[in-house]
């Protein structure tokens, strides 16, 4: 092609032996950590908390005893109705 007494070649060909870098995988990196960062806060600190947040299905996956015990003795616990409490005491943001 010629512009102004100019040539300029285009190598086509030449191009498509190399692929494109559009930064794609960049982005993978950035999903990862969000999803290491959302599964850490996700994990409870005590038996007790993992069993809550944890299907039971997961925990005897990983054979956890601490948890597998901690939800044996809730499933122990009767159910109380008809219980008022008396007062209701807030101790801060929970979460």
Excluded: H, Y
């Amino acid at each position: 092609m010629a512009i102004n007494d100019e040539t300029v070649e285009f190598k086509v060909l030449d191009a498509l032996k190399f692929p494109n870098d559009d930064n794609a995988c960049f982005s993978i990196d950035v999903l990862e950590q969000l999803v290491q960062e959302t599964f850490n806060a996700s994990q409870g600190e005590t038996p007790l908390e993992r069993a809550l947040i944890q299907s039971p299905k997961i925990v005897n996956e990983e054979e956890n005893t601490d948890v597998l015990e901690a939800m044996s003795m809730l499933e122990t616990l009767t159910c109380q109705r008809g219980l008022k409490a008396s007062k209701v005491q807030v101790w801060g943001n929970l979460m």
